[in-house]
């Protein structure tokens, strides 16, 4: 039997599905959310349905952006013949604060994980052979290339 009424319940199981947050802190942010004024929790709603409705992946790299291509591929200054593969959009993130690298990503959004059930099939690989053949074929005009 919870000790809360149904409708925290339901808030703080919301909160737990939350990676790494557990039922503890899963409560603490219910209660936070409950206290805020009426401005602040529609505001935190707001960014929410904006970042699902605005957010889009790159069909370049498949970074997360609101534009597409994103400001990483879109920009003429960095190295095209550059890509550094990454798991993760966070990745991106992280090298891009060391502010040293001038290629471009391809964002994979996982990796291979056979006890997990992820195989090559359920991350960007196969987009980013895709990617790296088209280029292949544009620098080479190879005959190779028109047999797909």
Same mark, same amino acid.
């Given at each position: 039997?919870?000790l809360?009424?149904?409708?925290?319940?339901?808030?703080?199981?919301s909160? #737990?599905?939350?990676?790494? =947050?557990? /039922? !503890?802190?899963?409560?603490?942010?219910?209660? /936070?959310?409950?206290?805020?004024?009426? #401005?602040?929790?529609? #505001?935190?709603?707001?960014?929410?349905v904006?970042?699902?409705k605005? +957010? @889009?992946? &790159?069909s370049? &790299?498949?970074? =997360? %952006?609101?534009?597409?291509?994103? =400001?990483? &591929?879109?920009?003429?200054?960095? *190295?095209?013949?550059?890509?550094?593969?990454?798991? *993760?959009?966070?990745?991106?993130?992280?090298?891009? !604060?060391? /502010?040293?690298? @001038?290629?471009?990503?391809?964002?994979? /959004?996982? %990796?291979?994980?056979?006890?997990?059930?992820?195989?090559?099939? *359920?991350i @960007?690989? !196969?987009?980013? +052979?895709?990617?790296?053949?088209?280029?292949? &074929?544009? %620098? @080479?005009? %190879?005959?190779?290339?028109? !047999?797909?």
């Amino acid at each position: 039997m919870s000790l809360y009424s149904p409708s925290i319940e339901k808030l703080i199981e919301s909160f #737990e599905r939350l990676p790494s =947050i557990g /039922h !503890k802190t899963a409560a603490r942010l219910a209660f /936070h959310m409950l206290n805020a004024s009426e #401005e602040e929790t529609n #505001e935190f709603i707001s960014s929410i349905v904006n970042a699902k409705k605005n +957010l @889009k992946y &790159c069909s370049k &790299c498949y970074n =997360i %952006s609101d534009t597409d291509p994103c =400001i990483i &591929c879109g920009n003429p200054k960095r *190295d095209q013949s550059i890509i550094c593969v990454v798991e *993760d959009v966070r990745d991106v993130i992280a090298m891009e !604060k060391t /502010h040293e690298f @001038k290629g471009v990503y391809h964002v994979l /959004h996982g %990796s291979i994980s056979p006890m997990n059930g992820v195989g090559p099939d *359920d991350i @960007k690989i !196969k987009e980013l +052979l895709s990617r790296l053949m088209r280029r292949r &074929c544009r %620098s @080479k005009r %190879s005959n190779t290339c028109n !047999k797909s």
